[in-house]
């Protein structure tokens, strides 16, 4: 995998709302002839089932081996469309990989193949890894240290039929870190900024209430205009924002966006909802946090998501939880401007690519192993990317906390007490 800069490599063409190398229309004409072969159906555009106005997509395939409904968002309708079509496509190219797998424990073959660091890879306290625990791998390349890197299967694919592997329940499964994009160096960024993001939303969680409301955004500081305009569409809505900034260490500016509505309208049931987004340039991370809040709330009003109980409707339709969330929307303000958000642009996709990977070794990382899973008879580029190190998602109870996660929640126990 060769991503060295050279003078070959494409100048960003769409910066609106995201950056891209072409426009997404250009995008969807060349993945089009190919959604049949994947078994993709449908791209439907729900945008008006909700009031809100921001273009939101529902993309239909249903043999999926993992998710049968993915979600697309953007600031235009073609972008949204996009949006939720690559996310099908990385899909089924995630649920169908053919590359070669090696089975064995990490203690007999980390002798003789170059292994990332298992014991910094995100788990659950209920996993059942162990050095001795036989389970497939793949090989990736390092991007920080160069060569290849050997990876958990689990941590790559997203075929979840039963029989599942040998080996699994090992790590936390799911899509963190799974990106398509109009070149390699697109979808990789585009993973690396995915698995920053869980990360800086799970320690921004250990916080304490106070300090998270210290990175409270400022909606007035926006300067930005295409996230002024999602502001000023929400609000026309009748739908309320809170917006707090989740930026780690790291430096890669990322966002957390609350949404409810204004006015109690039982009659809608419509459950608040929450958006998150990173980017090395912050106007894309708020956009794209904003985005997919619209795209969260447009979910649950379409309900066709088939990884969505009933339990989780009824928990966010719980009117004690939608008071808390307009509670804590509208009872704070924030104290941040938008402007003292660190931002990067690079000329080209390599460039932020290159600042993403210098900020993650800033901060101790060692690894960024990067799995290729393009599909020659496509050539549509999908990357996973596995991170150790930085922090997967928190929502299940026995998550274990990692280093960085143990280390925010000492030092918030310690102001506390």
């Known amino acids: 995998m060769d991503l060295r800069k050279s003078t070959e490599q494409a100048v960003k063409v769409h910066t609106t709302g995201t950056h891209r190398i072409v426009a997404p229309e250009q995008t969807l004409a060349r993945v089009a002839p190919f959604l049949p072969v994947m078994g993709i159906t449908r791209v439907a555009n729900v945008t008006g089932l909700d009031t809100v106005g921001i273009p939101v997509v529902m993309v239909t395939r249903p043999n999926s081996r993992s998710v049968s409904v993915a979600q697309g968002k953007g600031v235009t309708l073609a972008a949204?469309?996009?949006?939720?079509?690559m996310e099908s496509v990385e899909s089924y190219h995630a649920e169908r990989i053919t590359l070669p797998l090696k089975y064995g424990s990490y203690e007999e073959l980390r002798w003789s193949h170059p292994i990332v660091d298992v014991h910094r890879l995100p788990r659950l306290d209920s996993g059942g890894f162990t050095p001795h625990t036989p389970m497939l791998w793949l090989e990736g390349t390092d991007l920080l240290g160069g060569g290849p890197k050997w990876v958990p299967f689990e941590m790559v694919h997203l075929n979840f039929t039963l029989p599942l592997p040998p080996g699994s329940g090992s790590f936390v499964a799911g899509s963190n870190g799974l990106a398509s994009g109009n070149s390699l160096a697109e979808a990789i960024g585009h993973a690396i900024t995915e698995l920053v993001e869980r990360d800086g939303a799970t320690l921004w969680r250990l916080r304490g209430l106070e300090a998270q409301e210290a990175t409270r955004i400022d909606p007035a500081t926006v300067n930005d205009p295409v996230c002024a305009s999602l502001l000023d569409r929400f609000?026309?809505?009748?739908?309320?924002?809170?917006?707090?900034?989740?930026t780690s260490d790291i430096g890669l500016p990322a966002f957390l966006c609350r949404i409810v509505t204004r006015e109690d309208a039982p009659q809608q049931s419509i459950r608040p909802a929450l958006?998150?987004?990173c980017h090395a340039a912050r106007e894309v991370a708020l956009s794209r946090a904003l985005t997919e809040a619209a795209q969260s709330r447009l979910t649950f009003i379409a309900g066709a998501r088939d990884d969505m109980p009933r339990a989780e409707y009824e928990r966010h339709l719980d009117p004690v939880q939608h008071e808390r969330w307009k509670t804590r929307i509208t009872g704070g303000t924030g104290v941040r401007d938008f402007a003292t958000v660190p931002t990067f642009s690079g000329r080209t996709i390599e460039d932020d690519l290159a600042h993403q990977l210098d900020r993650l070794r800033a901060v101790g990382i060692e690894e960024v192993v990067a799995v290729d899973l393009t599909k020659p008879e496509f050539g549509i580029p999908v990357a996973r990317v596995v991170i150790p190190g930085l922090e997967g998602i928190d929502e299940s109870p026995d998550y274990l906390l990692g280093a960085r996660a143990r280390a925010v929640a000492d030092m918030s126990a310690g102001v506390e007490a």
């Open 275 to 277: 958006g998150m987004g």
């Open 80 to 85: 949204a469309k996009a949006s939720g079509v």
């Open 235 to 246: 609000d026309a809505a009748g739908v309320d924002v809170g917006l707090w900034e989740i």
